[in-house]
């Protein structure tokens, strides 16, 4: 059955003005319904810029964006995008705006102008995904940084989305924050949500089911995470994770077969020791 | 060395208690009544009668007696010029002398009853915060304002600014706290020198300190967009306010209570004053 | 030469319900020229002990010796023991607030009296010490990219010839190649004779960079020592908030099925024990 993409971005360029250079440069990109996609590359790639887009906060100076099947470009559709496409960014502390957990989480639903039962089962709902249901009559000043940034994803989640966009997400958390974060999407994608993972992190991306990476504004390799973390991420001078290098050393030595991923676990039963 | 405390400034408490849950609305109107009572009754006698009623709030909101005290404790300075300046300068029959200075009989009158005053409207006003959610607070000032909309005052987007204002106090005290030590590792001095000097050497706390709210400013206002948030646009509440027979009852207890405290003020404690301004 | 925290405690609002205690009896010591890791979770109180080596906080019990000297609360030397130990805050470029970037850096010698050709000589080492390209000095930090403000950051500090190093959580926020060019970074100062102080929740850097690793859960030390030894205590007994590198945990995998070898192995090792053990070699 052939499925609408949540994302379609044609040829989109964008500027800043006064910069010299365009932030993104001709991007051709498709992204599935139930997708997690991991877009990776260096500060300064695009990879915010894409996202942005992909939200309608900008709109590309050249190409098009469409989110479900609407141009971004058109006013009217500014609202529906926002709705089916949630952002999470990176400081959690820039994305609370009440100081309840639960009037956060509902500031996002207040604003549709949806009826306040309608809300409260959607708050209910965004809580109990991202495990903070105990938290919700607490201040949000006093919640750990991984809890901030798991209420600032339920925050997106009350929306009620049909995909997430997370630029650097678990860039200032702590492992513990950040595998309990991780952990949350992961169940979200099982139930079918399109994650758009935005992250510098190598080890983040093995989570992903395709990876996009970003370089100068353009897409410069798409493909699976197998392959990626195979030798292809080499070409683009990321820093190789210990991890990453084991596994291309047990791949190339064939202790492994191919197609293994690298995960300690997978690996460990794939040696048949 | 903590150098600011977040817990000093007057702050939700959340809970559930009778005062909590009373409507935002009905809280302001009580706060404004017993600003105007302790305006109208603030003979020392009668804050016998507000302090009765500290304990009576205390008791229905569930919140700590002492704490409820320590939310006056920001302006303890500020009362205090106040009372030393009503000491030495109210003019009457002198009871102490202190070199040129003397402390009258009206001057210790005046000074005690302007300082509690003082301490009191602080600490009802920070009752009113530690027992109603920001959110809550904006709601209900916003509704109280809305005949104001009429005359094109943008009351909706008043009460977002106040929220979100409200949100970041914690955060800024965090943060302010968080420069001081960085600059003060890089051997910043605020303690010695003079004015200017000392002036001077809060520039490296307050530029990155503005630096810092703009870019926190911006940011936030990114993701209210993406969270389809539309300033002056309708939006909808998940709680929205509901005054109920509780919310009526309560201000007319309060109303009552401050009646009865004007009334004391002015035929009962009188006599007790003719009396000491007698001697 | 060295600092010796022996035995401090440090608890928060002390006497309000806010109360927490954030260091329960941590001992520790550094030596100049070596590089110390102090890992934890959020809350654990690492950050809360990197500013006790900088005299920022005064132990409520223990106490803090600087050089042979024990340092008492509110003493007249502490302002220059505090210049011995330069503390590199998190997000450190938050700090700025001046419009040059030699501004920036002349800041903390000249609060310690630098002025003149002395003052220029300290900005002029910094600058060549941590590396930044000195066409930057007259540029506004604000406009440099994130790798670069971090290192103006660090410069701003070293200006003031400390002997040691604190830093919390330096690398966090940069991308891999910033990390790359800080841990080079940090690693020449450490050669250079400056001790470094690194605090993290990056096991993994601090098992391959440290000499000596402290590691807290809840303000309390749960093990000291060697890399080596750390690894060995962690891999069977998890603590709280860290995370265990996935090349330990695979070695350790490794020795469950009979292979041994060190926690800590390199990669060739690895590889090598394994093929032997499969029979290759």
New interface residues.
Partial sequence: MEQNPIFSIRTAAFSYPGAEKPALDGVNLEIGQGEWLALVG???SGKSTLA?IC?A?LTPTQGACFVMGLDSSVESNI?SI??SV??V?Q?P????????V??DV???????????DE??KR?DRALSLTGLESYR?????SL???QKQRLALA??LA?EPKALLLDEST??L????R?SFLACLGELNNQGMTIVQIT?R??EAVQAGRIVVMASGRVVWDGLPTEFFDGEYLRW???E???I??YR??LT?S?VPPGTRPR??E??SA?C? | MRFMSSLSIGQFIPGESFIHRLDPRCKIIATIILMTGLFMASGIPDFALWICLLVIFSTLSGIKLTTILRSGRPVLFLVLITVVLNLFWTPGSPLVRLGPLSVTREGLIVASSMGLRLLFLVIFAGILMMTTSPMAFSDGLERLMSPMAVLRFPTSEMAMMMTIALRFIPTLFEETDRILKAQISRGADFESGGLMRRARSFIPILVPLFVLVFQRAENLAVAMESRCYVPGAPRTRMNPLRWSGRDSSALACLSVFVLFAIFCDRYVFKIYLTWFAAQ | MSIIADDISYTYNTGTPAESAALRGVSLTVERGEWVSIVGHTGSGKSTLAQHLNLLLTPQSGAISIDGVEVKPGSKRSREFRRRVGLVFQYPETQFFAETVRAEIEFAPSNWGSRGDVLKERVDEAVSSSGLDPLLLDKNPFTLSGGQRRRVAIASVIAMKPDYLVLDEPTAGLDATGIKELTQLLGKLRNAGLAVVQVTHDLRSALSLSDKILVLENGSCVVYGSPELVAEYLVDNPVRGLVIPPVVRFVSGLREKGIDIPLNSGLGEIIKSIEVFKGRL
């Fill in positions: 260096a500060n300064g942005k939200n906060l609202s926002r709705q949630a952002l960014f400081n502390e820039d994305q609370i705006v009440a100081s309840i639960e009037e509902a500031f996002g639903p207040e604003n549709l102008g949806i009826p306040s809300i409260k708050v009559r607490r201040g949000s000043y750990s940084g991984g925050g997106a929306l860039s200032m702590d492992p513990e924050g595998d510098h190598m080890e001078s990321f820093e994770p210990p991890e290098a084991l050393e047990l030595r202790l300690v676990e690996l460990l040696l020791l």
